[in-house]
């Protein structure tokens, strides 16, 4: 069986910099794959990797059978993989409904049509609401994104990407900025969606271990640009070094700053 | 709905916009009021201490007319727009006709916009007196026959006569010829007119270099090196504006006019800023139409002179008298139509017809307007001399050709014209 | 509601401004349909987009030109072919300049659309033979319609079928713009202006849409070029110059980029505006660049953005 | 950019001899802090604002140009001829230029030394690298720009007084060497000095060689060149990989 997303050696280097150095990655489908590492262990890089953002140096990254190492964010969407940003990024003046429709437009191939009325798209609309309904923002529809509340920009950004219905989403950091409280109902959102809208692996890099161990099936561990552990919780937890290079910092940081954003 | 304040002070908010609309309805009685007369005057970039200067023209011919009662009895009122881009002034004389009415427009001195004037003053059935604004080129294909439009001379006369007094200087003293010339029709006109007549005169000079500067450009460093390289015994510039002292400083601090005779058809535009510590002695002047210490000036002439002298504290240039003559000329034509119609004022048509060959006192002695609608005037150039109590150039002796002697009659191309001269 | 029954107000006074006997106004009002017309597309690119071109009157000119060559060198007199005419040549010059222009964003963008501007006008400068130089080229009165309307004098062609069909013209692409606007396609561009980014991340090809936006605003600049030069009669290189760019954005800033009708007030304002202050002061240049810098300083939204807001007070 | 037009408008009135005629200049740069405070609120803004804001300046310059100098184009006679000449083998050069040359390299120079060397220099890098950064490790932003500012419009307005004596002061000056400014900068990359340098004598060469050899392409090569190093490297000749 060929895997949902698998990369292959890649490196990616920055001047002198390796920031990633060889990594192997598999993700199939059914999964929850959470990527783990200390600051600058690669994880940001290779979600952006991962997502066309950033072309390897070298390396190959396959998603669903097909090459798709640099081609690029848009084209990856199409293709059905979808991403949300460490960094809460939105559509600041425009409003829920609007962002959620982009998304919706995208996944039905409509996002160039000239001349179509958008208002009167049944499709879009149906899409929007049940979206908007799934991460509780069907009663802010009209308001403008940079109006809300930290917490519901954090779920717009998430929302949209769902909204693309994708095969697989590439979370980084979804709970970062959100006060603790509100972290495990941002996660059972998450899950509740992604199984209602067909969703078939999630892939998240998370600095809360509560979280990368309560819902993971699986964990990569970076280190220094390389994969030092991928293995189920059960097992990492089992692991003295990987406790000791990843988790001893990863939790001090989670501690130190709790206020990321 | 419920008239707020707010809101009415909106609705009455519109209706001050819809005030403030240029509304055209001033209704002008026309055998009494004032005599409305347009003015196309540029203000700003290049062209604007020309327009200046034409404008200062146009206001003491205004002056005297109204301190002498005026033109039969009405007062001659001027309404002065701004000559800019050819589009922008064409709407300025669309402004000027149909809104203020006004019963002819005098003014104009860019080519680009003289050639998009022409048609409209056609269609806007308002007669044009163009101060300058004419070109070879353009003119037969944008004014073949025009009724409403009258023209000032030739864009090439001074090269004419700049080209005969070259050959009357210098023949046998010069092998080599180089021009420097603002990059546009005028200067390739003029240019194009004193190599033909060179020719003509049998004067077998080789071009050694082509330069065309922007007009008004600011800096000839390079063109002066280029000029330098190609060591011409003659330089040849119908520069008119303030690039003419910038390059002859320039040349002049890189040692290119010490040994080379140098042709300014057209410096004379901006006479006074060509001083005496960079412009050399012995180069040909030409001051167009009107030269402030002709020593045979008139009365008038002097008389403006001294008033602009006074007033602005510089000595007036060629421009003004173009203004200054179409203001009297149409003065003129009025006056002689008039008399043909018994004393009532008379119809535009009669305007027009009295127009052609009309004959006036300009600044610099009777000028007239040919019956083909273009300007005859006796244009002043002459070979500069340090010896004056200014600083800055004058020339002596003083020679003046009339544009019989030096444009081409009606109907006869600039070419054919030249090429069958006697010489 | 007031900005509704403003434009309702404003609509009835254009379609009656030819009958009310005023020649002048009527005809002050051509080259506003003319920008108005350019505006439209240029903000498609600023305000849908967020890309700020100073080099838009490249397309006006283009327009111009083609006009002119049309009508003078190759005697096509039907205004409708000329319109379609300048359109197609405009959409091919912008497809390989948006190529390269649609890459860069901010200062950048406009850096470059500066340049292509000035290296346009350098081109109609410097190319005599070709474009007649600073005189420009001579455009004819054009056929409207199919017919002729030699039997009118210009001030009746003008004030009479040309006004109408100008605004014709300006309705139409009015209309066009506003199914654009909202359409997915503009939903896409607003996306893109926000946060290219999450566009991108969101499936939107972000390049080729900005390219089309481009493209589209360079097809209605160059309409508007049309409408523009016939009234003059003449397309001369100054309608490429970068002050006549920065005078598309300004009216644009002036009217107000993030409302779909601002582009239309700004240039109706900007031409009554421009007209009445000349007429005061020959140093209107003055008064204009301080209009300006209030408008850029104080307010950015321009008079949509004061009526809103006073709308909002009021509310 | 608009630095180097105000230079050019304000360096005109001015007296006789190039030291007086620079301290002119820099006394100028006295109306940089009243500029600045109007410049302000856009601070925040897409750059593009901030061009048009130039736009606006532009136009009121030259109507107040006009109206406090008048349209006849303005010169300082003997300046540029007081100094004589040199020869160098068979060319005769002013010696005026060879003092422009002399204090533009002066002023470069000194220019280096001062945002290498000085704290002030330092922090106007650092400044220029990230606004938020330096703000937040305790840079008074406001006192910065202000002072960034009037030095941008002291080094145009000498660089005005400089050129003025070898040219003519002309009313449409500010609207033809804006143009060239940006061509300049734009070719050396925003914000590198060496880069507007560097840019400064491209255009000029490109003026030079155009014009010696095929006249007709003078203006086009600077804008074909803008384009060329806009396309292949945006952020200039010189400038780091961050654009």
């Given at each position: 069986?060929?895997?949902?997303?698998?990369?292959?050696?890649?490196?990616?280097?920055?001047?002198?910099?390796?920031?990633?150095?060889?990594?192997s990655?598999?993700?199939?489908?059914?999964?929850?794959?959470?990527?783990?590492?200390?600051?600058?262990?690669?994880?940001?890089?290779?979600?952006?990797?991962?997502?066309?953002?950033?072309?390897?140096?070298?390396?190959?990254?396959?998603?669903?059978?097909?090459?798709?190492?640099?081609?690029?964010?848009?084209?990856?969407?199409?293709?059905?993989?979808?991403?949300?940003?460490?960094?809460?990024?939105?559509?600041?003046?425009?409003s829920?409904?609007?962002?959620?429709?982009?998304?919706?437009?995208?996944?039905?191939?409509?996002?160039?049509r000239?001349?179509?009325?958008?208002?009167?798209?049944a499709?879009?609309?149906?899409?929007?609401?049940?979206?908007?309904?799934?991460?509780?923002?069907?009663d802010?529809?009209?308001?403008?994104?940079?109006?809300?509340?930290?917490?519901?920009?954090?779920?717009?950004?998430?929302?949209?990407?769902f909204?693309?219905?994708?095969?697989?989403i590439?979370?980084?950091?979804?709970?970062?900025?959100?006060?603790?409280?509100?972290?495990?109902?941002?996660?059972?959102t998450?899950?509740?969606?992604a199984?209602?809208?067909?969703?078939?692996a999630?892939?998240?890099?998370?600095?809360?271990?509560?979280?990368?161990?309560?819902?993971?099936?699986?964990?990569?561990?970076?280190?220094?640009g390389?994969?030092l552990?991928?293995?189920?919780?059960?097992?990492?937890?089992?692991?003295?070094d990987?406790?000791?290079?990843?988790?001893?910092?990863?939790?001090?940081q989670?501690?130190?700053?709790?206020?990321?954003? | 709905?419920?008239?707020?304040?707010r809101?009415?002070?909106?609705?009455?908010?519109?209706?001050?916009?819809?005030?403030?609309?240029?509304?055209?309805?001033?209704?002008?009685?026309?055998?009494?009021?004032?005599?409305?007369?347009?003015i196309?005057?540029?203000r700003?970039?290049?062209?604007?201490?020309?327009?200046?200067s034409?404008?200062r023209?146009?206001?003491?011919?205004?002056?005297?007319?109204?301190?002498a009662?005026?033109?039969?009895?009405?007062?001659?009122?001027?309404?002065?727009?701004?000559?800019?881009?050819?589009?922008?002034?064409?709407?300025?004389?669309?402004?000027?006709?149909l809104?203020?009415?006004?019963?002819?427009?005098?003014?104009?001195?860019?080519?680009?916009v003289?050639?998009?004037?022409?048609?409209?003053?056609?269609e806007?059935?308002?007669?044009?007196?163009?101060?300058?604004?004419?070109?070879q080129?353009?003119v037969e294909e944008?004014?073949?026959?025009p009724?409403?439009?009258?023209?000032?001379?030739?864009n090439?006369?001074?090269?004419?006569?700049?080209?005969?007094?070259?050959?009357?200087?210098?023949?046998?003293?010069?092998k080599?010829?180089?021009?420097i010339?603002?990059?546009?029709?005028?200067?390739?006109?003029?240019?194009?007119a004193?190599?033909?007549?060179?020719?003509?005169?049998?004067?077998?000079?080789?071009?050694v270099?082509?330069l065309?500067?922007?007009?008004?450009?600011?800096?000839?460093t390079?063109?002066?090196?280029?000029?330098?390289?190609?060591?011409?015994?003659?330089?040849?510039?119908?520069?008119?504006?303030?690039?003419?002292p910038?390059?002859?400083?320039?040349?002049h601090?890189?040692?290119?006019?010490?040994?080379?005779?140098?042709?300014?058809?057209t410096?004379?535009g901006v006479?006074e800023?060509?001083?005496?510590?960079?412009?050399?002695?012995?180069?040909?002047?030409?001051y167009n139409?009107f030269?402030?210490?002709?020593?045979?000036?008139?009365?008038?002439?002097?008389?403006?002179?001294?008033?602009?002298a006074?007033?602005?504290?510089?000595?007036?240039?060629?421009?003004s008298?173009?203004?200054?003559?179409?203001?009297?000329?149409?003065?003129?034509?009025i006056?002689r139509?008039?008399?043909?119609?018994?004393?009532k004022?008379?119809?535009?048509?009669?305007?027009?017809?009295?127009?052609?060959?009309?004959?006036?006192?300009?600044?610099s002695?009777?000028?007239?307007?040919?019956?083909d609608?273009i300007?005859e005037?006796?244009f002043?150039?002459?070979?500069?001399?340090?010896?004056n109590?200014?600083?800055?150039?004058t020339?002596?002796?003083?020679?003046?050709?009339?544009?019989k002697?030096?444009?081409?009659?009606s109907?006869?191309g600039?070419?054919?014209?030249?090429?069958?001269?006697?010489? | 509601?007031?900005?509704?029954a403003?434009?309702?107000?404003?609509?009835a006074?254009?379609?009656?401004?030819p009958?009310?006997g005023?020649?002048y106004?009527?005809?002050?009002?051509?080259?506003a349909?003319?920008?108005?017309v350019?505006?439209?597309?240029?903000?498609?690119?600023f305000?849908?987009?967020?890309?700020?071109?100073?080099?838009?009157?490249?397309?006006?000119?283009?327009?111009?030109?083609?006009?002119?060559?049309l009508?003078?060198r190759?005697?096509?007199?039907s205004?409708?072919?000329?319109?379609?005419?300048?359109?197609?040549v405009?959409a091919?010059?912008?497809?390989?300049?948006?190529?390269?222009?649609?890459?860069?964003?901010?200062?950048?963008?406009?850096?470059?659309t500066?340049?292509?501007?000035?290296?346009?006008?350098?081109?109609?400068y410097?190319?005599?033979?070709?474009?007649?130089?600073?005189?420009g080229?001579?455009?004819l009165?054009?056929?409207?319609?199919?017919?002729?309307?030699?039997?009118?004098?210009?001030?009746a062609?003008?004030?009479?079928?040309?006004?109408?069909?100008?605004?014709?013209?300006?309705?139409?692409?009015?209309?066009?713009?506003?199914?654009?606007?909202g359409?997915?396609?503009?939903?896409?561009?607003?996306?893109?202006?926000?946060?290219a980014?999450?566009?991108e991340s969101l499936?939107?090809g972000?390049?080729?849409c900005?390219?089309?936006a481009?493209v589209?605003?360079?097809?209605?600049?160059?309409?508007?070029?049309?409408?523009?030069?016939?009234?003059?009669?003449?397309?001369d290189?100054?309608?490429?110059?970068?002050t006549?760019?920065?005078?598309?954005?300004?009216?644009?800033?002036?009217?107000?980029?993030?409302?779909?009708?601002?582009?239309?007030l700004?240039?109706?304002?900007?031409?009554?505006?421009?007209?009445?202050?000349?007429?005061?002061t020959?140093?209107?240049?003055?008064?204009?660049?301080?209009?300006?810098?209030?408008?850029?300083?104080?307010?950015?939204?321009?008079?949509?953005?004061?009526?809103?807001a006073?709308?909002?007070?009021?509310? | 950019?608009?630095a180097?037009?105000?230079?050019l408008?304000?360096?005109?009135?001015?007296p006789?001899?190039?030291?007086?005629?620079?301290?002119?200049?820099?006394?100028?740069?006295?109306?940089?802090?009243?500029i600045?405070?109007?410049?302000?609120p856009?601070?925040?803004?897409?750059?593009?604002?901030?061009?048009?804001?130039?736009?606006?300046?532009?136009?009121?310059f030259?109507?107040?140009?006009?109206?406090?100098?008048?349209?006849?184009?303005?010169?300082?006679g003997?300046?540029?001829l007081?100094?004589?000449?040199?020869?160098?083998?068979?060319?005769?050069?002013p010696?005026?230029?060879?003092?422009?040359?002399?204090?533009?390299?002066?002023?470069?120079?000194?220019?280096?030394?001062?945002?290498?060397?000085?704290r002030?220099?330092?922090?106007?890098?650092?400044?220029?690298?990230n606004?938020?950064?330096?703000?937040?490790?305790?840079?008074?932003?406001?006192?910065?720009?202000?002072?960034?500012?009037?030095?941008?419009?002291?080094?145009?307005?000498?660089g005005?007084?400089?050129?003025?004596p070898?040219?003519?002061?002309?009313?449409?000056?500010?609207i033809?060497?804006?143009?060239?400014?940006f061509?300049?900068?734009?070719?050396?990359?925003?914000?590198?000095?060496?880069?507007?340098?560097?840019?400064a004598?491209?255009?000029?060469?490109?003026?030079a060689?155009?014009?010696?050899?095929?006249?007709?392409?003078?203006?086009?090569?600077?804008?074909?060149?803008?384009?060329?190093?806009l396309?292949?490297?945006p952020?200039?000749?010189?400038a780091?990989?961050?654009?």
């Amino acid at each position: 069986m060929t895997a949902l997303l698998e990369a292959t050696d890649v490196r990616k280097s920055y001047g002198d910099t390796l920031a990633l150095d060889g990594v192997s990655l598999r993700v199939d489908a059914g999964e929850f794959v959470s990527i783990i590492g200390p600051n600058g262990a690669g994880k940001t890089t290779l979600v952006n990797v991962l997502t066309g953002l950033t072309p390897p140096s070298s390396g190959r990254v396959r998603f669903k059978g097909t090459d798709v190492a640099g081609v690029g964010p848009a084209r990856l969407a199409r293709l059905g993989m979808a991403r949300s940003f460490q960094l809460v990024t939105i559509f600041p003046a425009l409003s829920v409904a609007d962002t959620l429709a982009v998304a919706a437009l995208s996944r039905l191939r409509r996002s160039t049509r000239p001349f179509a009325a958008l208002s009167r798209d049944a499709d879009v609309r149906a899409a929007v609401d049940e979206v908007a309904a799934l991460f509780g923002l069907h009663d802010k529809l009209e308001r403008a994104a940079r109006t809300l509340p930290q917490g519901d920009k954090k779920l717009l950004d998430v929302a949209s990407a769902f909204a693309l219905r994708p095969d697989v989403i590439l979370m980084d950091e979804p709970t970062s900025g959100v006060s603790t409280a509100d972290k495990t109902t941002i996660m059972q959102t998450l899950v509740h969606a992604a199984q209602r809208m067909g969703v078939r692996a999630i892939v998240q890099v998370e600095h809360d271990m509560d979280i990368v161990f309560g819902y993971s099936d699986r964990i990569v561990a970076l280190h220094q640009g390389r994969v030092l552990a991928d293995a189920t919780p059960d097992a990492i937890r089992a692991d003295a070094d990987v406790v000791r290079a990843v988790l001893g910092i990863a939790t001090t940081q989670g501690r130190t700053q709790p206020g990321r954003a | 709905m419920r008239l707020t304040r707010r809101r009415f002070l909106k609705l009455t908010g519109v209706g001050a916009v819809a005030a403030a609309l240029p509304l055209d309805v001033v209704p002008v009685l026309a055998q009494s009021g004032p005599v409305r007369l347009g003015i196309l005057a540029a203000r700003a970039g290049v062209l604007a201490p020309v327009g200046e200067s034409g404008l200062r023209g146009v206001q003491f011919a205004t002056d005297r007319i109204n301190a002498a009662g005026g033109i039969l009895g009405r007062r001659l009122e001027l309404i002065v727009e701004e000559e800019s881009s050819p589009k922008d002034t064409v709407e300025r004389f669309r402004k000027l006709a149909l809104s203020d009415k006004v019963d002819a427009v005098s003014g104009a001195i860019s080519t680009g916009v003289g050639l998009a004037l022409g048609p409209a003053a056609e269609e806007m059935k308002t007669i044009w007196l163009a101060w300058d604004a004419t070109t070879q080129k353009g003119v037969e294909e944008s004014m073949p026959k025009p009724k409403y439009s009258f023209r000032s001379t030739d864009n090439e006369c001074e090269a004419v006569m700049a080209s005969i007094l070259t050959a009357r200087h210098w023949k046998g003293k010069f092998k080599t010829v180089a021009g420097i010339n603002p990059d546009y029709s005028y200067g390739r006109d003029n240019w194009a007119a004193f190599l033909a007549i060179m020719k003509k005169y049998g004067i077998e000079a080789q071009v050694v270099s082509e330069l065309w500067p922007k007009l008004g450009a600011t800096d000839f460093t390079s063109h002066v090196a280029t000029l330098i390289q190609a060591k011409p015994d003659l330089i040849f510039s119908c520069f008119w504006a303030g690039d003419t002292p910038i390059f002859m400083k320039q040349a002049h601090a890189a040692g290119l006019t010490k040994s080379t005779k140098v042709v300014l058809t057209t410096g004379g535009g901006v006479h006074e800023s060509l001083k005496k510590d960079f412009t050399p002695e012995g180069a040909i002047l030409g001051y167009n139409c009107f030269y402030f210490e002709n020593p045979k000036a008139s009365a008038l002439a002097k008389e403006f002179t001294r008033w602009h002298a006074e007033k602005f504290k510089e000595w007036p240039n060629y421009e003004s008298d173009h203004g200054y003559f179409t203001v009297v000329a149409f003065k003129a034509a009025i006056e002689r139509a008039a008399k043909a119609a018994g004393g009532k004022w008379p119809t535009q048509d009669a305007i027009i017809q009295a127009l052609e060959g009309v004959e006036a006192e300009s600044l610099s002695g009777p000028r007239r307007y040919r019956e083909d609608h273009i300007m005859e005037a006796a244009f002043f150039q002459g070979v500069t001399t340090h010896r004056n109590r200014h600083d800055f150039v004058t020339i002596d002796p003083v020679e003046s050709m009339s544009t019989k002697q030096i444009q081409k009659p009606s109907g006869v191309g600039l070419y054919d014209w030249i090429n069958g001269w006697k010489v | 509601m007031i900005v509704r029954a403003l434009g309702l107000i404003a609509g009835a006074a254009l379609v009656l401004l030819p009958l009310a006997g005023v020649p002048y106004t009527t005809t002050l009002l051509l080259p506003a349909f003319g920008y108005a017309v350019a505006l439209l597309g240029l903000n498609l690119l600023f305000g849908s987009t967020g890309l700020l071109s100073f080099g838009h009157a490249l397309f006006i000119a283009l327009g111009g030109y083609t006009a002119a060559a049309l009508t003078g060198r190759f005697g096509v007199r039907s205004l409708e072919l000329v319109l379609l005419a300048a359109a197609l040549v405009a959409a091919l010059v912008a497809v390989p300049i948006g190529l390269l222009c649609v890459r860069y964003v901010k200062i950048y963008f406009g850096m470059l659309t500066l340049a292509f501007g000035m290296l346009f006008y350098s081109f109609l400068y410097k190319f005599y033979a070709l474009t007649g130089g600073d005189e420009g080229m001579r455009v004819l009165r054009p056929m409207l319609l199919g017919r002729p309307l030699e039997h009118l004098d210009t001030v009746a062609y003008l004030t009479g079928p040309f006004y109408y069909y100008a605004l014709g013209v300006l309705v139409v692409a009015a209309l066009v713009m506003r199914r654009l606007v909202g359409s997915p396609f503009g939903l896409s561009l607003r996306s893109i202006r926000e946060n290219a980014a999450k566009a991108e991340s969101l499936g939107i090809g972000v390049r080729r849409c900005r390219l089309a936006a481009f493209v589209v605003a360079a097809v209605f600049g160059a309409i508007g070029g049309v409408l523009l030069v016939v009234p003059t009669g003449l397309a001369d290189p100054l309608l490429a110059y970068w002050t006549h760019s920065g005078n598309l954005v300004f009216m644009l800033l002036l009217g107000g980029f993030d409302h779909f009708l601002g582009p239309v007030l700004g240039a109706l304002v900007f031409i009554l505006l421009q007209d009445s202050v000349m007429s005061l002061t020959s140093y209107w240049r003055f008064v204009f660049g301080a209009i300006l810098a209030v408008i850029v300083i104080f307010f950015p939204r321009g008079l949509m953005g004061l009526l809103d807001a006073r709308r909002a007070a009021a509310s | 950019m608009s630095a180097v037009r105000w230079a050019l408008a304000l360096g005109w009135p001015t007296p006789l001899f190039l030291p007086v005629l620079l301290a002119a200049g820099l006394a100028l740069a006295a109306v940089g802090p009243v500029i600045e405070r109007l410049l302000r609120p856009i601070y925040d803004r897409d750059e593009s604002f901030q061009l048009l804001l130039t736009f606006a300046l532009v136009l009121m310059f030259e109507d107040v140009i006009r109206f406090v100098w008048g349209t006849a184009p303005h010169q300082l006679g003997n300046v540029y001829l007081a100094y004589g000449q040199v020869r160098v083998g068979a060319l005769t050069v002013p010696t005026y230029n060879l003092i422009v040359i002399a204090c533009s390299a002066g002023i470069a120079a000194g220019m280096g030394w001062f945002l290498a060397r000085t704290r002030f220099g330092r922090i106007v890098r650092a400044t220029a690298e990230n606004r938020e950064m330096a703000a937040a490790m305790g840079v008074d932003m406001t006192r910065v720009y202000a002072r960034v500012f009037t030095l941008g419009v002291a080094l145009g307005t000498v660089g005005g007084a400089l050129v003025i004596p070898a040219t003519a002061a002309v009313n449409e000056m500010g609207i033809e060497l804006i143009v060239e400014a940006f061509a300049v900068v734009v070719i050396g990359g925003l914000g590198s000095m060496r880069g507007a340098f560097a840019g400064a004598l491209v255009v000029g060469v490109v003026k030079a060689v155009a014009i010696a050899t095929w006249p007709e392409v003078e203006m086009l090569a600077i804008y074909v060149i803008v384009i060329a190093v806009l396309v292949l490297r945006p952020a200039g000749l010189f400038a780091r990989a961050t654009a």
